[in-house]
């Protein structure tokens, strides 16, 4: 409800800049024909058209030399021509993408500004540098002044951050636009229409010169940070490392308001939010998991190819959040896929409607590419970390190969801070039985039954490893003799009293221990001292049994 009031505010207010610029039209008498050869103001509305069109887009903000355009034909012809000049170009420009209440908006505040500052260069005609500066400073003012207000309705104190930047950039703008409004306006008095025709080409080459030198740096600058970022997640060695990379990427190539990376999660039919970059930080209103064709982001999921969304409150229905008090409008879909596999989504957006174009859509890919394999990467390597530690029949234990470096590790801690820790052999009693009357298949559920068992009686970070067949070690740190010999009876007490599965007669353990550093202070002596006590206790048992 926030967001849809806001936006009516908005919407309201731009129908009375509208009505106001179409009462100052009427009231200064603009609807009669200027008196300026006809050549001139086709000229001025071709200059408007093509710097509305082809705005040298910066960080923030735009450079537009619009201004060459209607200011050019105002010191030709007066307000009159410049309006109509102005007018036109703004509606050619329109028709390439028409906004609705935003191009009327649009047209109206550009009008108001130039209404405004033909009043004041008015007053200062008699001293032409004054008029000229006062002409400049006035129509900035105004234009900003109706431009923030809206944004300001709109987004509250968020939209006056741009406010500075945005003067610097129409300042700049003005300053380019001086010789092409000098050279339009000294051949145009010379030749009269004709000779303003000569001003369009050097108007049309500076306009292509600055655009592509823009073109040119944005390339190498964004090259550049692709090109660190793709150094910087290769090395990384987690995903979290990744997610800052990227993120510090984004922000520094493109606008955004929120970053949003998916990643794939347990289930494959759905990705799992991993990194948020947003006002409302974790609490932003987005869902944490996406699954195939929910909303445009399960679209794309489900696609797997990339989406530019100019304007979501075109599509409101796929998109809009109505708890969502920063609505995003622009926005970039970027899935992450390696050889087929969905690996993740990047979505990165702004509450601004068609800040990005496609441009921005290419770069996003590469990066999301790169980040796909990086990501796969370190998938890959902690899998084959996971699968060179844990025993290949029960994935929860681990095997011999890391206990024994886990031990040597446990070993040289309880040595630097003088702790104790114990070592102990775990062998089943009748398991060959098993195998032989019930078949292997069964003897391998008796083990993973038996593992269960042990876990429930042992410390999370204990340290419970498959030595071979029947036979499994435990590592127990920071433990006394009588702390051992508590967990050793516990676990022999409640494999005693377990009933295995479909197994008709009992199954026993028998346990040995070393104690570090009683029964010795290396690892080859108390896995000994651990084995050959475990072979005492079941001798020892048999006896009794």
């Not at 959040?321 to 409008?329: A, E, K, L, S």
Request: aromatic share 12%.
């Amino acid at each position: 409800m926030q967001v849809t009031m806001r936006q009516r505010m908005a919407d309201g207010y731009s129908w009375i800049v509208v009505g106001v610029a179409s009462l100052g039209w009427v009231a200064l008498g603009l609807g009669f024909y200027p008196r300026i050869h006809y050549i001139t103001i086709l000229l001025g509305i071709a200059m408007v058209a093509v710097s509305d069109i082809w705005p040298l887009k910066m960080a923030r903000g735009s450079i537009s030399l619009s201004s060459a355009g209607y200011f050019s034909v105002f010191m030709i012809g007066g307000l009159s021509a410049a309006s109509y000049a102005l007018l036109g170009g703004l509606l050619l420009s329109t028709l390439k993408r028409p906004r609705g209440i935003r191009s009327a908006f649009n047209m109206a505040q550009f009008m108001l500004s130039l209404f405004g500052a033909a009043l004041i260069f008015r007053e200062f005609k008699d001293h032409l540098w004054l008029a000229l500066v006062a002409f400049v400073v006035v129509s900035i003012g105004i234009n900003h002044l109706l431009v923030n207000a809206y944004y300001y309705i709109l987004e509250g104190k968020a939209a006056l951050v741009d406010v500075l930047p945005s003067l610097t950039l129409d300042g700049l703008a003005w300053v380019l636009s001086g010789p092409l409004i000098a050279i339009f306006v000294l051949l145009d008095r010379a030749y009269h229409g004709e000779g303003a025709m000569l001003a369009f080409f050097p108007f049309l080459f500076v306009t292509w010169l600055l655009a592509s030198a823009y073109q040119t740096r944005r390339a190498h600058r964004n090259t550049m940070v692709v090109a660190r970022m793709s150094t910087g997640i290769a090395l990384a060695g987690e995903r979290r490392a990744i997610y800052q990379l990227i993120e510090s990427a984004v922000r520094d190539i493109m606008d955004v308001t929120a970053l949003v990376i998916y990643a794939s999660g347990p289930n494959p039919q759905e990705l799992v939010r991993e990194w948020t970059f947003h006002p409302m930080g974790e609490n932003a209103p987005y869902d944490w998991t996406v699954h195939p064709n929910e909303g445009i982001t399960g679209w794309v999921m489900e696609t797997q190819s990339p989406e530019l969304v100019r304007d979501s409150f075109q599509i409101s229905q796929r998109w809009i959040n109505p708890g969502d008090p920063y609505p995003i409008r622009s926005a970039l879909m970027l899935p992450m896929v390696m050889e087929g596999q969905l690996i993740g989504m990047l979505v990165a957006g702004h509450i601004r409607p068609n800040i990005y174009d496609n441009f921005d859509l290419r770069l996003g890919m590469i990066m999301a590419g790169h980040a796909a394999i990086a990501i796969r990467k370190i998938d890959l390597d902690h899998e084959a970390t996971r699968l060179a530690r844990v025993d290949p029949l029960i994935p929860e234990l681990f095997n011999y190969r890391y206990f024994r470096i886990a031990l040597q590790t446990e070993l040289d801690y309880a040595s630097m801070y003088q702790r104790q820790c114990a070592v102990a052999f775990l062998d089943m009693d009748h398991f060959k039985m098993v195998n032989d009357q019930y078949g292997h298949q069964m003897g391998d559920e008796v083990l993973r039954q038996f593992v269960s068992v042990v876990r429930r009686e042992i410390r999370a970070h204990d340290v419970l490893a498959r030595y071979g067949g029947d036979e499994f070690v435990l590592l127990l740190s920071d433990i006394d003799n009588d702390g051992v010999t508590q967990v050793l009876k516990r676990i022999q007490d409640r494999i005693g009293h377990y009933r295995f599965l479909d197994v008709a007669f009992p199954l026993g353990v028998s346990v040995g221990w070393a104690l570090y550093p009683e029964d010795g202070n290396s690892l080859e002596s108390l896995l000994s001292v651990a084995d050959q006590k475990m072979y005492h206790n079941k001798e020892a048992r048999r006896n009794i049994l």
